[in-house]
């Protein structure tokens, strides 16, 4: 079992930066993956950006491709994302969450299985 905890939402105008941060305890030796969702009002969750825990390998969304950085700090089992030239389109509910499934798909929803409470960015102008 692993237990996440985000941090570093809020409002920001158009253009600006955000870094969202995961907290993540319990059995993280199981996680294969950590991966950024987000879900606006009206709207489906999506893929953001992931990254594997062993090899670093980063993948992320075409829509925040250049704009989107992931991270993860081992020794503090925390992952980033860091969020420039936002936009409006930006704003949603950011989720992360853990693959320990097996499936070991670091794109895909249905192989996550530990999920955050969310973190509200929101992005004017």
């Known amino acids: 079992q692993v237990q996440l905890v985000e941090s570093g939402g809020g409002l920001v105008q158009a253009g600006g930066s955000l870094r969202l941060s995961c907290a993540a305890s319990?059995?993280?030796?199981?996680?294969?993956?950590m991966g950024w969702f987000r879900q606006a009002p009206g709207k489906e969750r999506e893929f953001v950006a992931a990254?594997?825990?062993?090899?670093?390998?980063?993948y992320y969304a075409d829509s925040v491709k250049g704009r989107f950085t992931i991270s993860r700090d081992n020794a503090k089992n925390t992952v980033y994302l860091q969020m420039s030239s936002l936009n409006p389109e930006d704003t949603a509910v950011y989720y992360c969450?853990?693959?320990?499934?097996?499936?070991?798909?670091?794109?895909?929803?249905?192989?996550?299985?530990?999920w955050g409470q969310g973190t509200q960015v929101t992005v004017s102008s």
């Open positions: 990254i594997v825990w062993s090899g670093g390998v980063t």
């Open positions: 969450s853990a693959e320990t499934s097996g499936i070991y798909s670091a794109t895909k929803a249905y192989a996550y299985d530990y």
């Open positions: 319990g059995r993280t030796e199981s996680s294969y993956a």
